[in-house]
T-cell receptor, first 113, second 113 residues
């Protein structure tokens, strides 16, 4: 079955540590997105990528980095520069020229300990 | 700046009643409109999308779009406790050949048994 997989489901980060969240899709979607969601808040766009080896900053890119070496994969690294990383992180994907919305992964909940 | 506004709620309705969720958007060039349902701790799932002015019905759900008023709504008939969730309105616009979504912050719906 086609879908989008995020791992791990839960992640704990120590102060000053970099962590990487995985996002893999087998939907043959061109575009991939990373969002952050805080309690009671909407989705805030961190980064997005429309094609391999290219990505763009979203509204809250500071303290995060991404790569898009393969069409299927779009990992997100939360760096030590992100001072308040505790949040629910959502990965999504879509066709580049399709107006049919996004498919979301199941999310990763990151907690700083 | 493209904006999507929703009443954060909570909106409480008795079981069996009609729940009405509203959304306004700022960009007149917006082309597609989506409603996602998000249960607590879970990722958003697409329940309806609409492109043309008027109503679109799918089971107990009806999406209504009025482009002149820049207004989209979701009606849930015969509301059930299982409909209790946060409903995200999303609006897509076409930029550089791709369709990107802008999300509202969501309306929390509570269906009281």
């Amino acid at each position: 079955d086609g879908g989008i997989t995020q791992s791990p489901k839960y992640l704990f980060r120590k102060e000053g540590q970099n962590v990487t969240l995985s996002c893999e899709q087998n939907l043959n979607h061109d575009a991939m997105y990373w969002y952050r969601q805080d309690p009671g808040q909407g989705l805030r766009l961190i980064y997005y990528s429309q094609i391999v080896n290219d990505f763009q900053k979203g509204d809250i890119a500071e303290g995060y980095s991404v790569s898009r070496e393969k069409k299927e994969s779009f990992p997100l690294t939360v760096t030590s520069a992100q001072k308040n990383p505790t949040a629910f992180y959502l990965c999504a994907s879509s066709y580049f020229d399709s107006p049919y919305g996004y498919t979301f992964g199941s999310g990763t909940r990151l907690t700083v300990v | 700046q493209k904006e999507v506004e929703q009443n954060s709620g909570p909106l409480s309705v008795p079981e069996g009643a009609i729940a009405s969720l509203n959304c306004t958007y700022s960009d007149r060039g917006s082309q597609s409109f989506f409603w996602y349902r998000q249960y607590s701790g879970k990722s958003p799932e697409l329940i309806m999308f609409i492109y043309s002015n008027g109503d679109k019905e799918d089971g107990r759900f009806t999406a209504q779009l009025n482009k002149a008023s820049q207004y989209v709504s979701l009606l849930i008939r015969d509301s059930q406790p299982s409909d209790s969730a946060t409903y995200l309105c999303a609006v897509s616009y076409s930029g550089a050949g791709s369709y990107q979504l802008t999300f509202g912050k969501g309306t929390k719906l509570s269906v009281i048994p």
